[in-house]
Every structure is written in structure tokens, then in C-alpha cells.
């Protein structure tokens, strides 16, 4: 295998570590009707990011975890590879999708570098895989080499506005006021957090998404920003339902490959 980026070790590193942390709550989505969606578990029926018949389509689900994303779309109809850099991770996918009769092709391996020939997909996603794990000018022209022309890229994950409220010392939980500047985001090291120390995020401003998305060769269709639901209670990685009533937490960017 290639030898990986140095953000790339260090997360194999991490989810490995924590993959039987995944594990629960890789069970409960593998066994879910309806797709639901992000830290909010918003309904598929509110954001509509899979199509509802998937016969006949290749798709690809860009850092799977233990792939209930990828299981969705296979239930559609979906012919369906996951990739995902943890082995770990993937162990349990494997073991999923063998439980419940679920065939999908499992590839351990990194999102920025695919060993698929161009074109092979008429869909990608990522629900906090790549999305958030990878690096953007990487990943992002990766997706775009994967798909058909006309192909959609659906990803979802961590909104700026959290990273710019987290305090600099990666404590939670996330502040009501900004904590860092705007500008420069692109790398986030938590390796030293103060409260649940992690791995090597990536965020991009809204207009150096919008500028890779279109020299990229991807046409915008949407742009979600997702806050907490009404009834919603708790937090997640210090990110509170009262926070994410007010600001959003995620973004779904919905782009196609231009023909
Ligand atoms: C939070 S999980 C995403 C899967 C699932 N949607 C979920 O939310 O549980 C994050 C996954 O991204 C994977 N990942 C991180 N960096 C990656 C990369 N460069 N290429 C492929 N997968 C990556 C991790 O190994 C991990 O399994």
C-alpha cells in the first residue's frame, strides 16, 4: 500500500483505536428503515441526500465506518463500494453487512487516493468520513476523478462555525462567541485537546469551498445547514442541542460533476 499523508497515519491511528467505540451505534443505523442523519439524527424525509430508487447505480460511500451509509443505498438498490482507512472500522462493516445479507465491496484504503479506474461511480457521499477526515484539496478532485459525468457528490459534516467556537485549547464545550480567527481554518490538530484529544480534521471557508468545488469541475446544487431539532437534548463532542438551535453544526453540500 502507498505510504499515507502524515494527517492520514495519524488518523488510521486513532479510529483504529476507538473503532469498538463505533460499534453500537454502527448496529442501531445498520438496523434503521429510514436513513437519519448527523449529530441531530435529522430524517432522510427532511433532507432528501439519497435518491429514493437506486437501481442500477454505482455508488461510493468515501470513509463508510461500518458502512450503514453504504447498506442504505444497497437496500435502494444500489450497487455499492465503501472505502474507509481504518481496518478496524471496516471489520465491523464486514461483519454487518454479512449479517444482514447485505453485499457491498469493502476497500481499506485512503478516500484521497481510490483504486477504482475513472468514472466508475454514478454517486458518492460521505457522512463524516472524508468529509471531515480528509483533506479537501485532495479528496475533493478525487470524488470528482470517481464519478461519471452528471454524477453527484453528497457530503456532510462538521459546519465552520464549530471549529470557530472552539476554544483554542480543544476544551468543551463549544462557546457562543468566536474562539478562533475565520481565515486559515483548512487544518484542525486535536491530538493535544484538552477534553477527548483526536485526530486531524479539515475545514475550508465558505469561499474556498465554493472556489474548489468549481475549479474542480463540480456544479453546486445545495447547500444545507442543519441545526438541532426542536425536541433535541445533549451534546456531541461538546457541541450542546441548545448551541445547534442557534447556530448550525453541519453542512450537506450537494454537488454534481459537471458534463
Ligand atoms: C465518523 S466515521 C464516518 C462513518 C459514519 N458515517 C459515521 O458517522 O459513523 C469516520 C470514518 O472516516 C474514516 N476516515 C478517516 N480518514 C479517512 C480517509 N482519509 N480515507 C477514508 N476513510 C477515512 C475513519 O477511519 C472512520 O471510520
Given at each position: 500500500m502507498a505510504e499515507l499523508p502524515e494527517h492520514a497515519a495519524v488518523n488510521r491511528e486513532y479510529w483504529d483505536g476507538m473503532a469498538h467505540e463505533w460499534v453500537e451505534s454502527g448496529e442501531r443505523a445498520w438496523s434503521q428503515a429510514e436513513p437519519s442523519w448527523g449529530i441531530w439524527s435529522v430524517p432522510e424525509s427532511e433532507l432528501h441526500l439519497l435518491p429514493d430508487d437506486m437501481t442500477g447505480m454505482r455508488a461510493i460511500e468515501l470513509?463508510?465506518?461500518?458502512a450503514y451509509v453504504a447498506a442504505w443505498m444497497a437496500r435502494r438498490g444500489a450497487t455499492v463500494t465503501g472505502i474507509d482507512n481504518s481496518a478496524e472500522q471496516l471489520r465491523t462493516a464486514q461483519r454487518l453487512s454479512e449479517q444482514h445479507g447485505v453485499a457491498l465491496e469493502l476497500i481499506h484504503g485512503n478516500a484521497e487516493k481510490v483504486p477504482q479506474p475513472d468514472g466508475s461511480f454514478d454517486f458518492a457521499i460521505s457522512e463524516y468520513g472524508a468529509a471531515i477526515w480528509a483533506d479537501p484539496y485532495a479528496w475533493i478532485p478525487e470524488a470528482h476523478r470517481l464519478l461519471r459525468p452528471g454524477g453527484t457528490l453528497v457530503f456532510l459534516g462538521n459546519h465552520i462555525l464549530v471549529a470557530m467556537c472552539s476554544p483554542v485549547d480543544g476544551s468543551?464545550?463549544?462557546?457562543?462567541?468566536?474562539?478562533?480567527?475565520?481565515?486559515?481554518?483548512h487544518r484542525l490538530d486535536?491530538?493535544?485537546?484538552?477534553?477527548?484529544p483526536g485526530g486531524i480534521e479539515f475545514s475550508l471557508t465558505f469561499s474556498e469551498w465554493i472556489r474548489l468545488f468549481r475549479e474542480t469541475g463540480f456544479e453546486i446544487l445545495d447547500l444545507a445547514e442543519i441545526h438541532a431539532p426542536a425536541d433535541a437534548t445533549g451534546s456531541h463532542a461538546g457541541i450542546s442541542a441548545d448551541w445547534a438551535r442557534d447556530f448550525p453544526s453541519e453542512h450537506v453540500w450537494t454537488l454534481r460533476k459537471a458534463a
Open positions: 470513509g463508510c465506518g461500518t468543551f464545550p463549544i462557546a457562543r462567541r468566536l474562539e478562533r480567527p475565520y481565515f486559515g481554518i486535536w491530538r493535544d485537546a484538552v477534553d477527548d
